[in-house]
Structures are given as C-alpha cells and as structure tokens.
C-alpha cells in the first residue's frame, strides 16, 4: 500500500544496518497513512465520477422511456428492482472485499454498468428492460463498497470523514452532470435512447480503465475460489454497524421515493429537462460535503447527522407543496444539503463503529441498509402513486417522517452514546 509515510529512525548521519533497513521496510507498510491527496485517493476519485455519471445519466428518462413500451404501471420497479440486487449482492462484495481484494470486486460492479448499459437497446420491451434493471444493480452492490474499503486503507484514519466528503462530492459531480446529459441527448437524437445508453457504457468503460493504474490494498489476499461465494449468516450484517444502518434507513428512504416520483413532478410542473432537478439537488450536496466530513471529523459523527437528518425531512415536505419549477428548486436545494451532509458522516460512522480487520463487512452492511432504504422508497412510492397525481404528497409526507424518525432514533442514540463515553 501506498501509504505515503516515510520512516527513518535513524540519527542523521548514522548508517542503517542492512537487516534494519529490512525491518523498517516492513514496519513502514503497515503504519498509518499520513498524507490524504495521494495518486491513488486521486484516481480513485475521478474513477468514482465516472461510474456515478454511467449509471446516473439515463434514471431521469428511465420512467418516460418504460412509458414508450407500454410499462407505465411498473414505474416502481425502475429503482427497486435494481436495488434489489444491489442488497443481495452485499454480502458477497463485502466477503469478496475482504479476503479477494478492493479492486477486483470494484472491477465486477463496473463491469456491470458496461453490459446492461449495451443491452439495453437491444432488449428495448418491458420484461428485457426490467430484467437488465435487475442486474444492473450488481453495479452498485460491488463498486461503492470496494470503493469504501479502498479509502479505508489509505487515508489517515483522523481525516477519513474529510476522505468521504471528497469521494462523495466526485460521485456528485458525476451525478450532477450526467442526468441533463442524458436528457439532451433524448431529445437531440428526436426521442432514440440508444445514444445515451451506449454513453452510459463508455463511461464505465473509461473509470475501469483508471481502476487498472491502482495497486490492491488488501494486505493477506486470497485467490478467487466457489467456497468464497458461500455466505454465511456472519458474512450479511456486521453487529456493530447496525446503529448505523438504521439510520441510513430511515434517512435515506426519501431518495427511493425522490427517484421514483420526481421525474413526473418534474413534468407536472412544466419543467422542460428533467436532469437539471438532479444537477440542481446534486451540486447542493456538493456544496456541504467536504466541511460536513471535516466537521464530524472533529465534533462526531451523530451530531452532524442529525442537522442532516431535520434538512431532509424539511426537503420532504417542500417536494409535497411544490407545483412550480422554482418549488423544485428550493426542495432539490435542501434536500441536497441534507444528503450532503448526511452521506460522509454515515460512512465515516460504520467504519469507526465497525470491525476495523473486516471493513468489507461493516461497509456491505450499511449499503444493505442503503438499498432497503431507496427499494422500498421506490416500491411503495410507485405502487401508491400508481401515475396519479393526487396520491403524490402523501408518500413526500411518509418521507419526511420518516427523515424525523431517524433524528429521533439518532437523538437517542447519540444520548447513549455520552454515557458510555464513546463518539
């Protein structure tokens, strides 16, 4: 591992004798990082924005596209079917991140996001197209929690909420930018989809390629063998991290729901791209992560998940008032400051929680909560809405007490935490 320390005990002038040159060799490989802005933080990064932007660019033309072949009832199954897969394959990218490697199990989410994306012209009618958003969800069950270990390892522990901040403003950005991309190219190419899927695919084509310039981090890898695939009841859930999965459930419910329901707000409200709601929500998450990292950094991790907690509630109840573009704006704005804040703080949290020898573990149980949380989001929200306007602010509501709840547990968690002593 690249760690970027560099250890000399040694008096100036004083030469090291062979053998303990040997030793500090060794002693330097497994000693903390100290430095955050390293090559490969850096690579890492710009591989992470270019997933984010594969995956994220079609979700806004998604629901109108399921329209066209006659799948309109099925709305639900857009985000849920692919969250689905994303929580069963959990499990086996945290095992797999743990014993195989970071970079082979980032390799197979990315993978993923480059044969569904080709295939899903090819397969353009209902049950081909619901059947890819199935196993397209391997690509966020696999990328983000090798991606999440792979930081782990190499930045200093004291700034690995600043460290998440900043992989997560990457993942924004390629979030922000993609959907309006997506949405230009619909209507440039007179309603074909195809050019957006096959962009979609060269995205991840390219952030594959900068996963092959890093190095593994794993320290004792195994080789890949069938007996690793076997899953056992300790592989699922790490014990200690479930505090902090059910906040990210209770929390991230709303983004189901916002998935699923605001691409018809958006047209319901007369706006023309639907993408420049998701670059809207998605450049205000940018804008709090990195000091929301560097603050839970210093102050804890439930105290700062706690503002976030209250701003996406407040969000929730925005989207169910809004009729207008500008009423999108506001509640995309708010809603993506409480994300913002929300996400670096959640991942710091599961890792300081967690089995520091098994951080697959305790990561692939948070992003199970993660996809509990946006499924069933997306399922209820879909099946309630059932593509009648009316029934909209009901689930924005179900959202936003959701949102509350989850302060309420972190309230509570947080007064627990003081007395025993611990962050």
């Known amino acids: 591992m690249n760690s970027g320390y560099s250890a000399n005990f040694s008096s100036p002038g004083e030469e090291t004798l062979p053998g303990s040159r040997v030793f500090l060799k060794l002693m330097s490989k497994h000693l903390p990082p100290t430095r955050l802005y390293t090559p490969a933080f850096l690579l890492l990064c710009v591989s992470h924005a270019l997933f984010s932007a594969s995956f994220n660019m079609m979700i806004p033309e998604l629901p109108a596209y399921l329209d066209e072949m006659g799948g309109g009832a099925h709305k639900g199954l857009i985000i849920g079917l692919f969250t689905i897969t994303a929580g069963v394959s959990r499990p086996f990218s945290g095992k797999l991140a743990d014993t ?38 391997f690509s966020t069950g696999f990328k983000p929690t090798g991606t999440s270990a792979y930081v782990a390892d190499i930045v200093p522990p004291g700034r690995l909420g600043e460290a998440m901040g900043l992989l997560g403003i990457c993942y924004s950005l390629g979030a ?29 084509v390219v952030s594959m390629a900068i996963l092959m310039n890093l190095k593994e981090t794993l320290r004792e890898k195994q080789p890949f063998r069938l007996e690793l695939l076997k899953v056992t009841r300790n592989d699922v859930f790490d014990p200690l991290a479930i505090p902090a999965a059910i906040v990210m459930i209770l929390c991230y419910f709303s983004y189901g729901v916002i998935l699923t329901l605001v691409p018809d707000l958006s047209d319901h409200a007369g706006l023309e791209n639907r993408g420049t709601f998701f670059s809207v929500f998605t450049l205000a998450s940018i804008s709090t992560r990195l000091f ?5 950094d210093r102050l804890g991790r439930v105290p700062v998940m706690k ?3 209250i701003l996406i509630g407040i969000s929730m109840l925005a989207f169910a008032k809004a009729g207008s573009p500008a009423m999108i704006y506001v509640a995309a704005t708010l809603f993506g400051l409480g994300l913002g804040i929300f996400a670096p703080a959640i991942n710091a949290w599961t890792i300081d929680l967690g089995n520091p020898e098994r951080k697959g573990r305790a990561i692939a149980t948070m992003y199970i909560a993660l996809e509990i949380a946006i499924g069933s989001g997306a399922f209820l929200s879909g099946w309630y809405y059932a593509n009648v306007q009316a029934r909209m602010p009901a689930m924005f509501y179900f959202a936003a007490a959701m949102s509350f709840a989850g302060w309420i547990y972190l309230m509570t968690e947080g007064r627990r935490r003081r007395v025993e002593g611990e962050r």
């Open 100 to 137: 195989v490697g970071r970079i082979p199990v980032m390799y197979v989410g990315t993978f993923a996001c480059v044969v569904c994306s080709m295939l899903y012209p090819p397969l353009a009618f209902v049950s081909g197209f619901l059947a890819l958003r199935f196993f397209h969800g």
């Open 176 to 204: 922000s930018a993609s959907p309006p991309l997506g949405s230009w190219m619909v209507k440039y190419f007179d309603g074909d989809h195809a050019p957006m899927f096959y962009t979609s695919a060269v995205l991840a």
């Open 292 to 296: 929301a990292g560097k603050i839970s």
């Open 307 to 309: 503002v976030s907690a």
